[in-house]
């Protein structure tokens, strides 16, 4: 089965390279989530809301975690430096501060915590950087706590202009938000760039033998997930309208992007974001609203689905879906 | 024996893994456009030399030489980039890749902004071409052969442009026939500039292709020579006694 | 004076208590990279355990019972979950974040969620040089050293022992020296569900038992095993007493909020400077 794309070059043309059942369920897909307003109840929509948001957070770690197989388990680090400089930005030095001051401020500081812990670790192998980015998270909460002078600690700081009450509109901003990050990532994903980082999960003593600086894509993947991870985090602090160690800077949240880009399967940008819209279904509509189960019970039961559909599913949920699609006989597909 | 000149100049090379010397006070070179053989027998560290060489290892003393730089604690990709280039023993294709995507990857500019870029569909094929595999261009490494498997080891390597080419036992596994073909291929790569060393555990490959032989032993310099004269080599033959196999 | 003898003995006795801690979890990831995310919970088992065992039991016999439920547990883990997922890092994460949740849930439903301490082992103190000392803060010293002394009895002169610090270093090494791999694993949880047990008894005595108390025991270890580098018994070792003597002094000198603060800034400065650990290597495959 020939493929038509080039390698030489931008590589487009496979991502879209999709035969009729598959275009038929994008499309479906794509028409629901820009309908869902219209036929999903308020609460329903007000998660999908911010599965917006976590759908842009597992995008951006699936860009350097999922692609080179270095798994960051402190993520929530990226993007909660953003939504923190924000916060002390408009707490701390002037309300009335432009977004187009507090923005790249916010994100530049998303870069900076990520250089700080990732120009060290990345030339780390396997479990060691994951070691110290699950560290990273403890110490930034640690800061917060001593500085609570100015952080006011686990309390948080509010006062951040949150862009709309209104559930439909935010929708839609997020959608859009997750529209824009994806479209971007899905073309570094597909770029030699995007190859490269895949094959240093591969093997990453070969990629140097091709020539290629592995620790420089390294970081820049890891620039380009905390540019992600910031815009994310600038975005979530104006969603809230406040911002605190529990809904910014979380080691639980760490650990559930990397479940979302795992069940969506890692390295394909798309499953990912898709993992993010359906475990949050899971469990904010599904076994929250729709059943009504208990939070201690839920969360066990979620992690335990998680670990169930990885086992069966390791390639990712959504990305055995897809290749499913391209070719039901069997054979694998070249998803 | 360090000497001036050559292409790679490999000097007092000493590999030390916890008390295990892998190599021992190594020195040989490579002149510009020959080709070397470097033989020895199974465990004589012949593979570590040249991990050492490529940067894989750090070495534990001594120095490498390439093109008058000194790449002794230089990264491989920057050594690759210099024009050496080496293919190991062990296969190790990107099995998610085809073929033609494999070697693409070693085209690509060293180089985060190079979304686009590499060498065309055209040159790639022409590199598949000279190991003789541009038949197999979307297949995927694990539907491969053996042969077009470690040739495509082969083609990647020579994507990567080298004025060295280190081969670590090219021969293992080939049938005779194989053999002849490769040692065609080897010799046409040669023809077109490249310097090449080739590693093997005996002789019987190498007599007609090599320029000269390094014979290896306990990670240290046996002797050296033609490879009539190795073959005459008294020394030589009684290192691998109990092996399989003439020395000739 | 006695304030630095409080210190030096305080510092001392929690020091060796997380270097239990540690060790459980070093060991575990320096043989495949695997981050036991239910190492915490473990502690807490062991917590619990002592907590129900000394309804009926004596102290030392409620002791053994945390010890040996401990290593079931972990040992249960291993070989109902974690064996078939090893491979995958992610997958396993996973599964030891469920059992950490499961058995949080579990605490929380036969224990409820209120924070208890633990009956210690042996009341009392005794008066040194102007200071007291508290006789179970002697006991939880003596007894993790009589243990970290023979776990290192353990893997450098039984062959079970070496063979698990021989896999640490080099799977394929091991693999290659007949070293039965699934054994190794199975015994290297064993023990550190074991030496976890034990060190649940102490810091539940020490501190307080309660379902959510797996976490701050799961960080520490967390950092002692970066501060000291994985794999490393030696590195352990000195990490803990490190961040031991670190919390000690801070706690008693300086305001609780700085508490945790002179760890991590220690922390920040390994992972800037040696990011493998003082003691650790490079994790080869």
């Known amino acids: 089965m020939s493929s038509d794309t080039t390698t030489a070059g931008f590589d487009v043309g496979g991502a879209f390279d999709v035969n009729a059942p598959q275009a038929v369920v994008a499309v479906v897909a794509a028409l629901g989530l820009l309908t869902l307003p219209f036929w999903a109840s308020e609460s329903f929509t007000n998660v999908m809301v911010y599965a917006g948001f976590w759908a842009v957070f597992a995008a951006g770690w699936d860009v350097i975690s999922g692609h080179t197989g270095y798994i960051s388990f402190g993520h929530s680090l990226l993007s909660g430096s953003a939504a923190y400089a924000t916060a002390l930005l408009v707490v701390k030095v002037d309300p009335h501060l432009s977004l187009f001051v507090t923005i790249p401020v916010s994100i530049g500081a998303a870069v900076a915590m990520g250089m700080v812990f990732g120009l060290p670790s990345l030339r780390l192998r396997g479990p060691y950087f994951s070691l110290v980015t699950f560290t990273s998270v403890l110490i930034a909460l640690k800061l917060i706590d001593v500085f609570s002078g100015v952080t006011n600690g686990h309390l948080g700081m509010s006062g951040i202009d949150v862009f709309t009450y209104d559930t439909t509109t935010f929708y839609y901003y997020t959608l859009g938000l997750a529209a824009c990050v994806g479209a971007v990532l899905v073309v570094v994903s597909r770029s030699n760039v995007g190859r490269v980082l895949l094959a240093i999960n591969a093997r990453e003593q070969t990629v140097e033998e091709a020539g290629i600086d592995t620790t420089k894509f390294k970081l820049w993947a890891f620039l380009i997930s905390a540019i992600t991870m910031g815009f994310g985090g600038v975005f979530l602090a104006h969603y809230y309208g406040n911002v605190s160690p529990a809904n910014s800077m979380s080691v639980a949240d760490s650990i559930l992007i990397i479940a979302m880009a795992a069940v969506g399967g890692t390295g394909s940008i798309v499953g990912p974001m898709a993992g993010a819209y359906l475990l949050l279904f899971l469990r904010d509509v599904l076994f929250q609203n729709w059943l009504g189960i208990g939070s201690n019970v839920r969360l066990v039961l979620l992690w335990a689905i998680v670990v169930v559909l990885l086992v069966a599913a390791p390639e990712g949920v959504f990305v055995r879906l897809w290749r499913w699609l391209g070719d039901p006989r069997g054979g694998g597909s070249r998803g | 024996m360090a000497e001036s000149g050559g292409l790679l100049a490999v000097d007092g090379l000493t590999k030390r893994f916890g008390g295990l010397v892998a190599v021992d006070d190594l020195s040989f070179t490579v002149e510009r456009g020959e080709i070397l053989g470097v033989i020895g027998p199974n465990g004589a560290g012949k593979s570590t030399v040249f991990n050492c060489v490529v940067g894989q290892y750090d070495v534990t003393d001594g120095r490498v030489t390439f093109a008058d730089d000194d790449v002794t604690d230089w990264d491989t990709h920057d050594i690759v980039n210099a024009g050496l280039a080496r293919v190991s023993q062990h296969s190790r294709p990107f099995d998610a890749m085809t073929v033609r995507e494999n070697i693409h990857l070693f085209t690509v500019p060293n180089s985060v902004l190079a979304f686009r870029g590499g060498a065309s569909d055209e040159a790639v094929g022409d590199i598949a071409a000279l190991v003789g595999i541009d038949d197999a261009l979307d297949e995927r490494p694990p539907d491969l052969t053996h042969e077009y498997t470690r040739r495509l080891e082969i083609a990647r390597a020579l994507a990567t442009d080298p004025e060295l080419l280190l081969l670590d036992e090219p021969f293992a596994g080939f049938t005779q026939e194989e053999v002849r073909d490769l040692r065609a291929s080897i010799e046409t790569i040669n023809d077109d500039g490249t310097a090449l060393v080739v590693v093997d555990h005996n002789m019987r490959g190498l007599m007609a292709l090599v320029d000269r032989v390094v014979v290896v032993h306990d990670g240290a310099l046996l002797t050296s020579g033609t490879p009539e004269e190795i073959a005459d080599d008294d020394t030589v033959a009684d290192v691998y006694l109990g092996e399989t196999g003439d020395a000739s | ?285």
């Open chain 3, 1 to 285: 004076m006695g304030e630095v003898l409080s210190i030096l003995l305080t510092g001392a006795m929690i020091s060796s208590v997380y270097a239990l801690m540690a060790l459980g979890f070093t060991l575990v990831m320096g043989l495949r990279g695997v981050l036991n995310l239910s190492h915490g919970a473990l502690i807490m088992v062991g917590a619990y355990a002592f907590f129900v065992a000394n309804q009926f039991l004596p102290g030392v016999g409620a002791l053994v019972v945390a010890v040996v439920v401990g290593a079931v547990a972990s040992y249960l883990v291993y070989v109902g979950l974690v064996r078939y997922t090893e491979e995958d890092l992610i997958i396993t994460f996973m599964v030891t974040i469920v059992v950490a949740l499961a058995l949080q849930s579990a605490a929380t439903y036969f224990f409820s969620s209120e924070a208890r301490s633990l009956v210690p082992l042996v009341a009392g103190g005794v008066h040194v040089v102007g200071t007291t000392v508290r006789l179970d803060e002697v006991l939880a010293f003596c007894v993790s050293w009589a243990a970290i002394g023979l776990l290192y009895y353990f893997v450098t002169e039984t062959r079970t022992g070496q063979a698990i610090l021989a896999s640490s270093m080099s799977r394929r090494g091991a693999l290659l020296n007949g070293v039965d791999l699934g054994r190794v694993n199975a015994v290297t949880w064993l023990v550190a569900g074991a030496l976890a047990g034990l060190s649940g008894v102490f810091l539940g005595a020490l501190q307080s038992t309660s379902p959510t108390m797996w976490a701050d025991p799961l960080a520490l270890s967390f950092i002692i095993v970066v501060i000291g580098g994985v794999g490393s018994i030696k590195g352990s070792l000195v990490g803990a007493y490190v961040i031991g003597f670190l919390q000690t002094i801070t706690s008693t000198v300086g305001s609780s909020q700085y508490r945790g603060l002179f760890a991590l800034v220690l922390l920040v400065a390994i992972i800037l400077l040696k990011p493998e650990g003082l003691f650790g290597r490079e994790f080869v495959e």
